[in-house]
Each structure stands twice: as C-alpha cells, then as structure tokens.
C-alpha cells in the first residue's frame, strides 16, 4: 500500500525500502520535521514568557579612593652643559685630533694651529726680558757705586736721584717684558684648541687648512654633556591659578614630596624608566603665551635620549581625596552636564548626573554624584531595551578579559558546532 504522506509529521517514519527513487525528497523533508519535532536535550529554549532574554552590559563597580592628579605637558630636552670649542687666536688648522661623536675629556687636545708665528714671537719676548733683566743689574750696580758717594757728599743730589730713577725704570721695562713673554706663551698655548669641559663632542665644523679666529673667535666643535638632561616644559597661567584655588579651597591636597616626581612619555607612548626632578618654575608668564616656563632634572646615564627631543612630560600636581575613575565611553557629556547610567538592584539601569573633574588617561575623575559599590554601565548601551533589566557583566578594557570569565561559546554553524554535527553524519553512516 503507499504510504500515507499526510499523517502527523511527529509520526514514526516508515521504511523506505521499495519505495521510488522520486520520493526520497519530500520524505528528507519530513525527517527534518520530524527532527524539530524530537524535543530533545539539545532543543534551544527561549526565556520564560517567550521574551527577548535581557541585554548583557559591561559595569564597572565604584570604588572611591584617592586619585593623583597628573597632567601631561610637551617639553623638549636640552643638555645639562654645553660648551662651544672656539679658536682663540687666529691660525691656519693642521690637525684634528679627535674622534666625532665620541667622548672627550676636559683638557683633551682637539685641534692644532700653525703656530710657526706664535713661538717666533715668544722667542722675541723671552729676549726681551732678558735684555730688561740686564738693563735692571746694570742700574742696580750703578746705584750701589753711587750710594757711598752720596752719602760722602761727592756727587751731587740731581745725579744720585737719576740713578734711582733709572733702576725703577729698568725694572718697570722688565715686568713689561715678562708680560709680553707671558702673552705670546699664552697665545702658543691657544693655537693647541682643548677641550673646555668633559662631555660627547659633535662633528668638526671646520676642516684641516681652514683660517680660524681672523676677526672673531671661530666656533669650530660642540661639547654637549648628556649623562643628565633638562627637560623644559610648559604650563598654562590660567590652569596653574585654577590649581591653587583648588588647594586654597580645600577641593584638592598638594601632591606628596615623594609623588612630585614627573615621568616623560616618549613618542612611541612608552615610558622613560627612570624619573625626574622638578627644579624650579618661572615666576612670570610669558605675556606672548600665557604659559609659565618649569625645568626639570633628568638622569640619563644611558644616553638613551638626546638634546633636543621632544617629549611628554607628566607631572603629578595635586590628590583628590575619595574620587572615582570611570572610564570616559561610560560617561555621556552635553549641555545639561554629565551623566552616566547606573545599574539598581533590580537590574535596570538609571541615569545618574555626576560631576567630573581632569582626565587621567583614558579615565575620568569623578568628584560627586556616585557612592561605592554603585554599577556604572560601560558598554552595551546600544543593545539596551527601554526600562528593560539588563544583564550586568564585568567590563574589563579592549584585549583583557575580566577575571574568573569563561571563553564565549561558539556560534551557530562556526567549525567548532559544526563538529559535533558531523561526526554525528559520519557515525549515522
């Protein structure tokens, strides 16, 4: 007999042995009517009532505590010393006698001048104070013959006071001598270019028979001391004023002694390992800018970072005393304030209006408006059905997974649910 295609499609399915090739189709169909028939433990099962299940939000639980206050300013990098090599007398260059870039030490020979000319006029000086040393015996041994003489009345008065005078004047031409004699010395001395300071020294910006110190004093290299760096940086008077009122006002406390350390930022983001030390800020503002000049102090014994460069510099001014970080996607800014939405023990969420200080990073300080242990919604916002319950989760930042999570499942007909499946087609076979 055939078989009866209009029975209940949950029935149990008769055997196909015998039967034409034509109905094989419309009994696969039935089968899989059959199989969304079965019931089974794998069934899925919407939420009670047929309803949407509750939309999964991130939270983050408030917890107030102090939040140190940083900003982050530009700055730029200038060496600790640096001293500029000039030629201090005029010359022709014969030698270079060090290495560029590498490290020279106060006193170290760097360049060598003809000084043909300064040891002739040496030798000239010394000659001549060696003649006013003969001149200066000769009237000394004039006076010691002319004294008895003096005193016994045979000469007279106008002569022995002549003798006087010519031994004072040989002596006066001696000294004079000596000085130039010290001159030209010290002048054989400058044609021998030193260095002035310990330090890294740069490129020669002259070369070997170039004319040196005619007319000015010729800077031929550049020392830089780097083992320590300035940092000089920047702030905005009107911001530096808002500070201090804070603190005056009591809103905020003075960052600790040990916490007034700044940290700079280079420009891949990452941090510079060592700290800093504040030195000194400008009295004055810079009537151009409006900003106030501030120095620090950075050690660098490395030489990792060269003068120069421009960096953050992030200085920790003041503490906020039981303030919150939210992170700045859970908190909507307009015109009527902040708010965020704030999750209730019914799990639906609220929105709340807070009050928000500085940015920190990615974070906002949060000042007012929150209490702890309070449920701020960071993500999910948009899967959010109005005064619906949500499914509040712990939010953790983009690439960190909150602690204690379990990976998510696989989805519908990816490789992972689809194995199952079909090892369940091959065993069938």
Request: hydrophobic letters at 45%; proline letters at 8%.
């Amino acid at each position: 007999m055939p078989q009866d295609l209009t029975a209940s499609p949950c029935a149990a399915p008769q055997p196909l042995f015998g039967r034409p090739a034509w109905l094989s189709l419309p009994l696969l169909a039935a089968l899989a009517t059959l199989g969304a028939c079965g019931g089974g433990d794998g069934a899925a099962k919407g939420p009670p009532g047929g309803g949407m299940p509750p939309a999964t939000v991130g939270v983050v639980t408030v917890q107030p505590g102090n939040v140190a206050l940083s900003v982050e300013l530009p700055g730029r990098l200038e060496a600790w010393r640096v001293a500029q090599v000039r030629a201090r007398v005029p010359g022709i260059v014969q030698k270079r006698l060090f290495t560029e870039g590498a490290a020279v030490r106060a006193g170290q020979p760097l360049f060598q001048l003809d000084d043909a000319a300064y040891r002739a006029t040496l030798a000239s000086a010394d000659a001549a104070v060696a003649r006013a040393d003969a001149a200066v015996a000769q009237a000394q041994a004039q006076v010691q013959r002319n004294q008895p003489l003096a005193e016994a009345k045979a000469i007279s008065a106008q002569e022995w006071l002549l003798t006087q005078t010519t031994l004072k004047q040989t002596q006066a031409d001696l000294a004079t001598a000596k000085a130039a004699a010290q001159t030209a010395r010290i002048n054989l001395d400058y044609a021998a270019i030193k260095a002035p300071i310990d330090g890294r020294i740069g490129r020669a910006l002259v070369t070997e028979g170039a004319l040196v110190g005619q007319g000015d004093a010729t800077q031929l290299a550049l020392i830089q001391q780097t083992d320590r760096l300035y940092v000089n940086f920047s702030q905005s008077a009107a911001e530096a004023l808002r500070l201090r009122r804070a603190f005056d006002g009591g809103q905020l406390k003075r960052a600790a002694a040990g916490a007034a350390e700044i940290r700079v930022v280079l420009d891949d983001g990452s941090d510079y390992p060592l700290p800093g030390k504040l030195l000194f800020a400008d009295p004055t503002v810079d009537a151009a800018t409006g900003q106030v000049s501030l120095r620090a102090e950075l050690p660098n014994p490395q030489g990792v970072l060269l003068p120069g460069l421009f960096v953050k510099v992030r200085l920790v001014q003041a503490t906020s005393e039981n303030a919150i970080r939210l992170p700045q996607q859970a908190v909507t800014r307009g015109s009527g304030g902040d708010t965020v939405l704030v999750v209730g023990a019914d799990n639906k969420p609220a929105p709340r209006k807070i009050t928000v200080g500085a940015s920190q990073g990615s974070d906002w300080v949060v000042t007012s408006g929150l209490a702890a242990g309070e449920r701020v919604i960071v993500d999910g916002i948009q899967k959010m059905m109005p005064g619906a319950p949500v499914n509040p989760v712990p939010w953790a930042p983009p690439g960190k997974a909150p602690a204690g999570s379990a990976p998510a499942p696989a989805p519908a007909g990816s490789a992972a649910s689809a194995a199952p499946a079909a090892a369940s087609t091959a065993a069938s076979r």
